[in-house]
């Protein structure tokens, strides 16, 4: 099955950063989706990108939907304790299939 | 609000069991999917089904099987649970019209295998 490279795996922050990951793929996409995941819960999505070179906010949150419809971006900025949790890219193509990043699991320090 | 349930949040099997996972929504969605997830691998798909009774294999369908008999209802069934398939397992829907890219998940079934 298909994988997408998802980087970093793991961020050590201090409250206040800001945070930036992003998701690679050897395939094109027709949706980018960012989802959040805290401890013993599912996933949540938290922004969904449908065309190249978009660009979409929610709150602190920013992800970039890449050109070449390769690659996704999420920043957040000004983190805060409670951004603590695991965030997955996700594509789509036709026929209503994910395929989900590796995860970057996000620590914020106090 | 939206809600996809799932039987149990943590299951602990003897190798050999057969175990039953099942997953509830009330969102009148069509698609429903079973997913595991591992360290460092992510999600990955093992079964989708795109209506009642019917049934995609995903990328890692080996060692299991699902049943949709109601629309609201999808079972992953490991016929003979193996260590291997310690893990946790997560059930998402999603609708065929409208939003259709917008997964709703269940909170998890943690898994394990001794």
């Known amino acids: 099955g298909q994988q997408l490279n998802q980087s970093p795996q793991s961020m050590f922050i201090q409250e206040g950063e800001d945070v930036s990951m992003n998701c690679t793929s050897s395939?094109?996409?027709?949706?980018w989706l960012w989802y959040k995941q805290e401890p013993g819960e599912g996933p949540v999505l938290l922004i969904a990108l449908y065309k190249a070179g978009e660009l979409t906010s929610n709150g602190r949150l920013t992800a970039q939907f890449g050109i070449t419809r390769k690659d996704s971006f999420l920043n957040i900025s000004a983190s805060i304790p409670s951004d603590v949790g695991i965030y997955f890219c996700?594509?789509?193509?036709?026929?209503?299939?994910?395929?989900f990043g590796t995860g970057t699991s996000l620590t914020v320090i106090p | 609000d939206v809600k996809v349930t799932q039987s149990s949040r943590y299951l602990v099997k003897r190798t050999g069991e057969k175990v039953f996972l099942e997953c509830v929504q009330d969102?009148?969605?069509?698609?429903m999917f079973w997913y595991r997830q591992d360290p460092g691998l992510g999600l990955r798909l093992i079964y989708f089904?795109?209506?009642?009774?019917?049934?995609e294999k995903g990328d890692i369908p080996e060692g299991y099987s699902v049943s949709r008999e109601k629309k609201e209802r999808f079972s992953l069934i490991l016929e003979s649970a193996s260590t291997n398939q310690t893990s946790m397992y997560l059930c998402?829907?999603?609708?065929?019209?409208?939003?259709?890219?917008?997964?709703?998940f269940g909170p998890g079934t943690r898994l394990t295998v001794t």
């Open positions: 089904s795109y209506d009642v009774k019917m049934k």
């Open positions: 395939s094109i996409f027709n949706t």
């Open positions: 969102m009148d969605h069509e698609n």
């Open positions: 998402a829907s999603i609708p065929s019209t409208g939003s259709v890219y917008e997964q709703y």
């Open positions: 996700a594509g789509l193509k036709a026929g209503n299939q994910f395929y």
